[in-house]
């Protein structure tokens, strides 16, 4: 048998593999650090310290993990019906406005609690229609979803900025963005939560959000592995042709997998917009649909393992941000590079360890 | 300002905008066609013009620039390459993490290096390429019409702007005109076939993206020390994209890429002229239509509004021999 297709524990493939993979990505980050004159050790403590050290460190840690979670888990829920859903910036960006209109049109008249609701109802529902046309170019037309969703990131950007720049900009400012929401529309802090471990959260905007995207891990979880429908999805995404057999309606299945894709991406808008600045700003999503790619594969697609890919990612953000003022030789872009390494080595070349694994693991067993 | 002078000025900025569109275009038709989806086009690009812009800032050679943009662009295509093809890898996944690989270390590298906020120093003009004085350009000047065309359109451009017209019916001629060339796209349709026949798909495909990697490295330079006289930060500003697009909307064939290049260079060029310009009846357009418009026409044609685009068959799916 061949070491491509030899069956290893789940252990190694789920655990040994993707940490690896991890390491190698951290060494040649390391590399980069010291090729610029740095020394890698001690930037690496300079992150894990600025991202867990303080009850602020971990806020904002866990307030960029808020976001991977989102878009991590609209990228899941895609690829389980074998659709790559690459859109998951532009229907965050999208979900911006809904949760924003919400906010402005409710703030003045009603406490937080009460907007949330139609908050995450609004971010889910502009999420999700930006990802209806191309769903159905995929499912009616088969234009590829890849093309489609990366096309209507582009288109979604010039829009938003359109409308902050000509509609929704408060007279006579110059910033474009939106008026700042009174506190019926903000999300509230999660100071609470921080004080019972005995953490000072400090101006870190750690907020509400991360509790709904639990609540969303949790229903995920029960969609794809609990529900008819999360039945009908992974059988299109092991096989077009057994789900077709099996009576599955294709359209169906594409369009209701990409409206919930869409609509988690868009959800993710709450955190910054609502819990963090209270206002639509122009490219506020900055990345997070991207980083939802890498979140999503790390955490094989599971809610569990997203969750944990996503605080990783928020340790990478937040310490970076640290590291870039404790050493101003390295720009906060070192965490793009971080970022797109963690990308390459746990994602596009997730397999390259697999062979040695299983010619060590072969040794093992045998002897 | 005269119509005509208008018409003139556009088209002009219509080929500078255009070329690194054809550069990158044509990249991806390669890649593509060879059954490998490159989404990191647009990385390429931006890590070629920092390299090129660097190289030529140090050694005051259009040349070396030239040559470090390729040859960065080949090593990332390479990647790109060993990911994919090696390792059966998500090529989808792969382009991304180019993508972000290349944003963050142009920045963190020229910071490191240069110190100028992720800048590179400004080229004087001996380190870029200059425009180039076609014969007769100042002698047919006044004469009307076809002068100024001659003399602002046609002539005056730098050396890769032309290179970048011959590409195009170079790369058709390639693609089929050439053994290698009916094998890259057979090798895009049906790699099996292709195997059978004893040839390597690996290898095809090797070849397909190290001609990716070139072409994207001239797109590159031609923006660092062609079009400008230095690397700026994020300066590809997501034309691999509308490269991209572009692909999809000449459908995969070398000429078509080049007037859908134009066509959209020319968007490109209209918006930055109806910039805060008052149109009769419809008052201001905004500049944001002009920049999606490629994005939307590209979306409808997919749609199959405007004749069904088929990319190729075998495009994104890894090849795995039979055992």
Sequence with gaps: MSTASFPLPRWIDYAVLPLLNLMLAFLVSGLVVWIIGENPIEALKLMLNGALGRGEGIGFTLFYATNFIFTGLSVAVAYHAGLFNIGSEGQAYLGGLGAALVALALDHYVPWYVTMPFAILGAAAFGGLWALIPAWLQAKRGSHIVITTIMFNFIGAALMVYLLVNVMIVPGKMAPESRTFLEGGQLPKLDWLMAMFGLKLGPAPFNVSFLIALVMCFLV????WRTKLGFEMRTLGLS??????????????????????????????????????ARLQVEFVGGAGFVGIAVSLMGRNHPIGIIIAAILFGVLYQGGAELSFDMPNITREMIVVIQGLVVLFAGALEYMFRPALVRVYQQFTKG | MDFFDIV???????????????????????????????????????????????????????????????????????????????????????????????????????????????????????????????????????????????????????????????AVPLSWWVLYRTRFGLRLRAVGENPGAVDTAGISVTWLRYRAVIVAGLLCGFAGTYLAIAQSAAFIKDMSAGKGFIALAALIFAKWKPVPVMFACLLFGFLDALANFMQGKQVPLIGEVPVQIFQSLPYILTCILLAGFIGAANPPKAGGVPYTKER
């Design chain 1, 221 to 224: 979880w029960v969609l794809i």
């Design chain 1, 240 to 277: 077009r042709s057994a789900a077709a057999y099996a009576g599955i309606p294709y359209t169906k299945i594409v369009i209701i997998t990409m409206l919930i894709s869409g609509g988690l991406a868009g959800m993710m808008a709450l955190n910054p917009v609502l819990g963090a600045s």
């Design chain 2, 8 to 166: 003139v000025s556009i088209l002009g900025s219509t080929i500078r905008l255009s070329i690194p569109l054809i550069f990158t275009a044509l990249a991806g038709l390669f890649s593509e066609r060879s059954g490998i989806f490159d989404i990191g086009l647009e990385g390429k690009m931006l890590a070629a013009a920092f390299a090129a812009a660097s190289a030529a800032y140090v050694t005051g050679s259009p040349w070396i620039g030239l040559a470090s943009g390729v040859g960065v662009s080949i090593g990332f295509s390479l990647i790109h390459g060993f990911a994919s093809i090696t390792n059966r890898g998500n090529q989808i996944v792969s382009g991304v993490a180019i993508n972000f690989v290349a944003a963050g270390l142009t920045v963190v590298l020229g910071q490191a290096w240069f110190s100028q906020g992720g800048r590179t120093p400004q080229l004087p003009a001996e380190g870029r390429f200059g425009p180039i004085k076609l014969p007769g350009a100042d002698a047919v000047r006044d004469v009307p019409f076809i002068g100024p065309l001659y003399a602002n359109v046609i002539s005056g451009n730098n050396i890769l702007t032309y290179l970048a017209f011959v």
